[in-house]
Nanobody, 118 residues
Framework: VQLVESGGALVQPGGSLRLSCAAS????????MRWYRQAPGKERELVAS????????TYADSVKGRFTISRDNAKNTVYLQMSSLKLEDTAVYFC????????????WGQGTQVTVSS
């Protein structure tokens, strides 16, 4: 099982990035997906989630209107489109998968660094 994030980079405030998380080793379409982030010295926080079929999405208040989560079940990939980036969006972003059927296996990616700086 693997979740491999990519797309992290150094970007200026107001800029945009798209993160990708490529999944393998499990039936991607039967897993809800989430993006978390963790800034230095802070706890990991949930940024966005998307249901297994893609029909339901949720966002942290801090990113609503700026970030969009999506998935392509044919490509076993989940995305996080980030725009109007702020300094406080700087963090390591992690991909997370949770099965919709018992025993609801959970998997984490290794993270990708997003740095917002002028």
């Amino acid at each position: 099982v693997q979740l491999v994030e990519s797309g992290g980079a150094l970007v200026q405030p107001g800029g945009s990035l798209r993160l990708s998380c490529a999944a393998s080793g499990f039936t991607f379409s039967t897993y809800d997906m989430r993006w978390y982030r963790q800034a230095p010295g802070k706890e990991r926080e949930l940024v966005a989630s998307i249901s297994s079929g893609g029909g339901i999405t949720t966002y942290a208040d801090s990113v609503k209107g700026r970030f969009t989560i999506s998935r392509d079940n044919a490509k076993n990939t989940v995305y996080l489109q980030m725009s109007s980036l702020k300094l406080e969006d700087t963090a390591v972003y992690f991909c997370y998968a949770r099965g919709i059927y018992r025993p609801r296996y959970e998997y984490w990616g290794q993270g990708t660094q997003v740095t917002v700086s002028s």
